[in-house]
């Protein structure tokens, strides 16, 4: 589904050139979970800017469910993104002003989905979360937990083929943070590919996959049977 063959990734300012990835390779196949981990400056954000088509190499072959998207322009990795990936982020990046109702809908918006069925799917995707009578609160009446279950509700609601988590539980405590890791590893046992970016041994302990990244290079895969902790 994901194959990236020497990827390069270098960023330049008028007298510093900086390469975060050199020589990258990974092949991640359709319904894996797969956790990416290294120390920070290691190149982890840049690969899941680059994986979510937020960013484009500067050398190598993206190729993205049989699509070669390396040298597509922004307009073109926008279509592929809006309808193929779904975010999670550590900080939620929820929008204070929108209730939570309206946080979830907004992919459906852009996707220019009917009115009517926007609010079906967002009254079932939140009730699946657990936080459907939370659907007219703000952001900010939410508990950290409740808030990032809001975020994974905006980025699955468009049901995508690959869901992408930057350190999803970098702000939750650990009791908040088992809770997203057992619906990221369910969204992942019903068919979602999932890649997680973590600092965190125990989040990554529910992948089937741990890449490890260093200055930008892929150092060591460890496959393994998903958590018996769910």
């Known amino acids: 589904m994901i194959k990236l063959e020497n990827i390069a990734k270098r960023y330049r300012t008028d007298e510093v050139e900086t390469t975060a990835l050199q020589g990258l390779s990974l092949h991640i196949e359709e319904g894996e979970f797969v956790s990416i981990m290294g120390e920070s400056g290691c190149g982890k954000s840049t690969l899941l800017n680059i994986l979510g088509l937020l960013d484009a190499p500067s050398e190598g072959s993206y190729e993205f469910n049989n699509i070669n998207v390396t040298s597509l322009k922004e307009s073109g990795r926008a279509a592929l993104r809006k309808s193929n990936i779904g975010f999670i982020f550590q900080s939620f990046n929820l929008i204070d002003e929108l209730s939570v109702a309206e946080n979830v809908e907004l992919p459906l918006v852009y996707l220019k989905v009917p009115k009517s069925e926007r609010k079906k799917r967002v009254e079932t995707v939140l009730e699946r979360m657990g936080i459907g009578h939370r659907a007219k609160h703000f ?40 809770e997203v890791m057992e619906l990221i590893t369910q969204l992942n046992q019903e068919g979602t590919t999932v890649i997680m970016v973590t600092h965190s041994e125990h989040d990554a302990s529910f992948s089937k996959r741990t890449i490890r990244l260093l200055d930008g290079k892929v150092i060591s895969e460890n496959q393994k049977a998903p958590s018996q902790a769910i």
């Not at 939410?142 to 980025?155: D, E, K, M, W």
């Not at 405590?173 to 088992?178: K, T």
């Open 139 to 178: 952001p900010q009446q939410l508990s950290g937990g409740q808030q990032q279950r809001v975020a994974i509700a905006r980025a699955v609601i468009n049901s995508p083929k690959v869901l992408l988590a930057d350190e999803p539980t970098g702000n939750l405590d650990s009791h908040h943070g088992n």
